[in-house]
Structure formats: C-alpha cells, structure tokens
C-alpha cells in the first residue's frame, strides 16, 4: 500500500501510555500518528482494566443506576449495594428491601466505558492526531507496518521516532486453561453474566482483591488462593495486616501459602487441585467461577522486535536506557511493555517524558514517587518506602501512626476502619514512605506524593493547616506523631 507522509511519531498502541503520549507529543508540535488494533483506544486500563472495575465515584445530577449515563462501574456499584443494604439504617434511612439487576450494573459499566473511549477520539481529533486503526509492525528503523483492522490490507508509516506503547496481557497460570466464562482472567470476571454463587479467586493481588470484593458484596463466596503468606507484598507490613483481616470480616476467606496446580470444568463446575506452596498433599476445591489473577505480562506478539534486534530481558519487557530508548536509537518504549510497576498514571509519566525528550525537552520520571492504589473498601493507597523496606536498606528511620477511628469526619459518617502510618528519616524528619488505609485513600494520599517529590520532612506536613472535617487530618495528626512523637487527638 501507498507510504504516508513522514510523521515526527507513530505510536503503537493506544492505552493510557500510548494515547497520553500522541495527544503530548501534538501539543509539542510533532506531527503524530497513534495504531491502535482493538477496535477502540484507552487500551487495558479504559476497555478491561481501571475503568471498568472501578467506574466513576462522581454522578450526573439525574444520576442513578439504571438510568444510563455514565456513572458506576463494578467497584461503585457494589459498593453503593452494600451501604444501602447493609449501613444506610445505622444513618437512620430506611430503605425497602434492596436488590439488584446485575445486568444493569454491566450496562452502566459498559456506557461508562464507550463514552471515555470516545472521549479520547475526541481528544486525538481537537489535537490533530492521526488515528490508524490496526495492528502495528516495526518494520524499520523507521517504518511501521499497519494491518488494517477490518482486514482490508496494510499501509505502512514512515517516522523519525517510534514508540512501542503496546502493553500487557494477562499472565497464564500452566494447568488452569482460561476459557473466559467459567475459568475467567480479569477481562472474563468484568463481563461476568450472572454473579456466581461461588468464586475462587487465584492471587491475592490487585486484580484478585478488587474484583473478589466486587463479587463477595454482591453476594458470591468468594476464596482466594495465594502463593505467598501475605497479600499485597508491596504494601507495609503492618497495613497489609490490618488490610487482611478487614477483608476477612467482609467474608472474603483466604488460603495462605497454596497454589493451583490444576483447574478443569467438570458438568458445568470448575474443579481445582490444590497444594501447600512448600509442598504436601494436595486437596481438590470446587467452585461456579475461577478468576486467575496472578500477574501480567509485557505485550510485544507480532511486533517484529526480534528481526530488528530491539532487546528484551527474560521477562520479556523491553529494554530501555534512562530517556526510554531502546537498543534502536529511533525506537522507544513506555507503560507497561517496559520494566516499572504496571500502572496506568505510570504510563502516561513515561509517555510524557518519553516525548518531552524526543522534542528536545527534559522529560524525566520519578519513580520513588508513584503512588499505588488499591480500590477495596478501605481503599490502600501508599508511596516511598514501607517500614520494611527503610529497615531492609538499614536507614536510620522512625514512624508515625493515626487511627481513622480518633478523625472526627470518618467518625461522623461511621467509616472507620484503617490508619496512616509515615515512614521518616530518624535525624533529618524528612519523609520516606506514606501509608493510607481508609476510604478516600486514594485521593488523599496525592498530598503525600507532592510532599515526597517536594523533599518535604513530617514537620512540613504537621505544620500545615488542613481544613476541618476532613479525612485529611489524619494525615496531619501521623505527619505530627512523626515530628513530634505526639498527635492531639490521640
Ligand atoms: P495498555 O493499556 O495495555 O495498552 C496497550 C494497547 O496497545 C492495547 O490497547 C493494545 O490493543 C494495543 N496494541 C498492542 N500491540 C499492538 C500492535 N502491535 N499494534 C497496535 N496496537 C497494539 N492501573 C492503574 O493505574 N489503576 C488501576 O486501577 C488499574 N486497574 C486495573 C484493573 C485491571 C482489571 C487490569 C487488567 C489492569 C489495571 N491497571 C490499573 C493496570 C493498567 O490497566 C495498565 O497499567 C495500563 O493500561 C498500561 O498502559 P499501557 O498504555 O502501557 O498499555
Ligand atoms: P499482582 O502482581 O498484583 O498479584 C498477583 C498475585 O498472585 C501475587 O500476590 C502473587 O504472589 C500471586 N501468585 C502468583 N502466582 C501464583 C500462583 N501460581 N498461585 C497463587 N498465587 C499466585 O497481579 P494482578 O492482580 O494479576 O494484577 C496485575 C497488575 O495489574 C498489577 O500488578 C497491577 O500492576 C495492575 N493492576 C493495578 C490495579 C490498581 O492500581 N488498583 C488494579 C488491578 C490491576
């Protein structure tokens, strides 16, 4: 097919990282092209990740489940579920009986997710990208090759830069085939048609704690199987705990220390072998839906990396120096398909600086401050260092705790549970990690970040004046405990 025009950039691959950095590298007056093969952009994170697990916690005025705009996705739904079924009478309302239409709840997350994805073609147009719509090869140094997506033959795309955007796809686990409707990856558990009356849930990670709360508040027993001792290794010690055993009270049951080692459907029931991590006998578990969740891995089918010699390491993610070029200086590569924590907002930061530098700018990412955040109720939110880690690299540290059952605001509308807990240099103050379990978490903990991208101490937070009633005094009242080894209201 015919050969476009030169572009400054073709990006391959249209998710958070692909799609932020053609709409950036736009506004720096590159000409731009962005190939996006699925039939729709925001990649992982806005058709089967983020979005549509977590939905929208604001809603239109008219709002409401069932009405059609753009409003709740699995997470909110189920949420917004259990407060009416189960904690609006402790606010002294009184509601009938409370049920739900499960396929309504699909529907408002499925709206929720075509208006974004559309939203985003709406972006690309105001900033004069170029949507192909296909799957990309690198042909060249500086060439792509399309296949169109509706089948219709392939064009190829000249660039001075290319940026391989093209993500991550879920791990499989070897003897538990993933068929999407009974043995399910996290895309199947999102497209759900009924909520199963059992579920097991293999990794007590982000996907197997987010989407197994999901399905426990609406109503499914709900086991999660994991390797390791713990949940979330990456979050404290201390909070991961306390994290654990709310779940638990939720109903969740966990097997800790145990893996799978086969899964099959048998009459309509997904049968699983289980067996001890360290080994021992082994056990059978059954169950309606069996959602596996142990991990991604980085995308790169049919890229024609190798050819190329664009190197990858042993897990498969591209290789990239300090300003993400690859081994092929006109190649770079962000978000998930290179190493890092696979993140949305980690991905658009690469995406942004990647371009920066392409444009001549200084674009540098700091990774000691991206934030992790999981979506439970509490939710967990935290960056920098955990306790273990500061103790691990034999810093000189001290730390600081508030509960949320001493804030006033959590107290006022009941939702106690969880603590912050700061992580400060012994002699200097300054801060070295920031945990939040609680609600709203995930939005507080962005004063932390700032705080640790500032190079701030926990005076500098104590020392500022938070507004009353909030959540976010807690975050105060730890920096003070920290500082001053004392907070006032505890
Ligand atoms: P992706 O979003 O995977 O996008 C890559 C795109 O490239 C895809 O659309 C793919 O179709 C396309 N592509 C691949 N190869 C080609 C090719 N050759 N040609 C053309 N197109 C191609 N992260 C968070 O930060 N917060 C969350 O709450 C969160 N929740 C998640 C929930 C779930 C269930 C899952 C699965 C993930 C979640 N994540 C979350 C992770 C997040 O989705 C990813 O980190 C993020 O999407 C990575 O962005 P990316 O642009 O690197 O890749
Ligand atoms: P994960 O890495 O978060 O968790 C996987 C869990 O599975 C780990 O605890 C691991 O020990 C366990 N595991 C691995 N192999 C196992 C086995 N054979 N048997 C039992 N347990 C096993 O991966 P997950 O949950 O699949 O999510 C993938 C990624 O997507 C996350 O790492 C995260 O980057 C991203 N994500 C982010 C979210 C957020 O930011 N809120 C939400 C969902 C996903």
Redesign the pocket.
């Known amino acids: 097919a015919a050969a476009s025009a030169e572009k400054d950039l073709v990006v391959i691959g249209g998710g958070p990282g692909g799609y932020v950095s053609a709409i950036k590298a736009a506004q720096l007056g590159l000409s731009v092209a962005c190939v996006e093969g699925r039939g729709s952009l925001g990649g992982t994170c806005l058709n089967v990740?983020?979005i549509p697990?977590?939905g929208l916690a604001a809603y239109p005025a008219e709002g409401r489940l069932g009405s059609g705009v753009a409003g709740a996705a699995l997470l909110n739904s189920s949420h917004k579920y259990v407060e009416a079924k189960s904690h609006f009478a402790a606010y002294g309302i009184k509601v009938g009986d409370v049920s739900y239409d499960f396929a309504d709840i699909q529907k408002q997350k499925d709206t929720a997710v075509s208006g974004l994805t559309k939203g985003i073609e709406g972006l690309f147009k105001k900033n004069k990208v170029e949507y192909v719509k296909g799957w990309g090869k690198i042909a060249g140094p500086n060439e792509v090759e399309v296949a169109a997506a509706d089948g219709s033959g392939s064009t190829t795309l000249r660039a001075k830069n290319i940026l391989i955007a093209t993500g991550?796809e879920?791990?499989p686990?070897p003897g538990v085939p993933i068929d999407e409707e009974k043995i399910v990856s996290?895309t199947g558990a999102l497209a759900l048609k009924s909520v199963p009356g059992e579920m097991v849930v293999?990794?007590?990670?982000?996907?197997?704690?987010?989407m197994g709360s999901v399905y426990a508040r609406l109503g499914a027993k709900v086991t999660v199987?994991?390797?390791?001792d713990?949940?979330?290794?990456?979050m404290d010690s201390e909070v991961r705990r306390t994290f654990h055993r709310t779940l638990e009270k939720q109903g969740l049951k966990f097997k800790m220390g145990?893996?799978?080692t086969k899964g099959e459907v048998v009459n309509g029931r997904v049968q699983l072998t289980l067996e001890p991590?360290k080994g021992g006998p082994s056990e059978k578990l059954e169950t309606d839906v069996c959602l596996?969740?142990?991990?991604?891995r980085p995308y790169t089918k049919g890229l024609g990396l190798e050819a190329l010699g664009i190197k990858t390491d042993a897990r498969g993610r591209v290789e990239v120096d300090s300003h993400f070029r690859t081994s092929v200086p006109s190649v770079y590569a962000i978000g998930?398909v290179i190493p890092g924590?696979?993140?949305?907002h980690k991905a658009e930061e690469d995406g942004v600086a990647a371009v920066e530098i392409m444009a001549g700018k200084h674009g540098h990412v700091n990774y000691a401050t991206v934030p992790?955040?999981?979506?439970t109720h509490p939710e967990v939110a935290y960056v920098g260092l955990t306790e273990d880690e500061a103790k691990a690299k034999g810093l000189s540290y001290k730390t600081g705790k508030f509960s949320f059952m001493a804030n006033s605001r959590a107290r006022a509308v009941g939702d106690t549970d969880g603590m912050v807990k700061f992580v400060a240099d012994k002699a200097t103050d300054k801060l070295l990690g920031v945990h939040i379990m609680g609600a709203n978490a995930g939005e507080m903990i962005h004063e932390a970040v700032l705080a640790l991208e500032y190079g701030a101490s926990a005076e500098d937070i104590a020392r500022t004046c938070h507004g009353h009633p909030t959540l976010s005094e807690a975050v105060k009242e730890a920096a003070m405990a920290t500082a001053f080894g004392k907070p006032i209201h505890m």
């Open positions: 990740g983020c697990s977590k991550s879920v791990t686990l996290s293999i990794g007590a990670g982000y996907i197997g704690l987010e199987v994991e390797f390791l713990t949940v979330v290794p990456s145990t893996k799978v991590a596996v969740a142990i991990g991604r998930d924590p696979m993140l949305a992790s955040i999981c979506y």
